[in-house]
């Protein structure tokens, strides 16, 4: 239902991977005991979906999504500790939050006036930076809720630029061009 779901918003991806962890696995077993292994592999290969996991051995193939992930996880759990949301609010907070996570920049930000933007993930999901607010209103929703998903929505936001903005410095230490060491050269 997942990858339907996921297939259904954003369009049919060429290769899924996971990482190896048990959860992962846990999760491939109820998958395929819920569905025959003939139906999962007739809807991926029909899409012409690849998955793979990473190997066992090799948790580094996967650090730059594990490392956003892990982020993402612990800043909603600061933000959703206090009070459980709405299954409603809950929906509108991951949706924000995926939206504040796919608008990070993926190439350098020029001062230059005249150059357009920087190229994010949001232009190859939805074609443009999805850096836009959140439209006002909101249908049968109550404006208490609506605060309230906006000021969760805000502090994911100043979580994440506090917790990962940090980790997009280069650390310069490791790619400094050193001479090699002699003997007699003081370290």
């Known amino acids: 239902m997942t990858i339907r779901r996921m297939v259904a918003r954003r369009g049919t991806p060429y290769s899924l991977h996971s990482d190896n962890a048990t ?5 491939d077993r109820e998958l395929f005991s819920r569905f025959s292994l003939e139906e999962v592999n007739q809807f991926l290969s029909s899409r012409s979906i690849r ?3 990473i190997p066992p051995g090799a948790p580094h193939m996967g650090g730059a999504w594990e490392r956003m992930v892990r982020t993402v996880k612990e800043v909603l759990k600061v933000v959703l500790k206090e009070r459980a949301p709405s299954d409603e609010t809950l929906l509108t907070v991951f949706a924000e939050a995926e939206n504040i996570v796919n608008s990070r920049t ?13 190229l994010t993930p949001n232009h190859f999901l939805v074609g443009h930076s999805g ?18 998903a906006q000021q969760l929505a805000d502090r994911f ?6 917790e990962y903005l940090p980790t997009l410095a280069r650390r310069t230490k490791w790619f400094d061009r050193a ?3 002699e003997k007699g050269t003081v370290v």
């Open 179 to 181: 001479p090699p060491l």
């Open 51 to 53: 998955w793979s996991y």
């Open 157 to 162: 936001w100043n979580r994440w630029v506090s």
């Open 106 to 118: 993926l190439t350098h930000l020029s001062i230059d006036p005249q150059e357009e933007g920087c």
């Open 23 to 27: 959860t992962f696995k846990v999760a």
């Open 131 to 148: 850096a836009q607010s959140p439209c006002p209103g909101g249908g049968n929703t109550s404006a208490k809720l609506r605060r309230f």
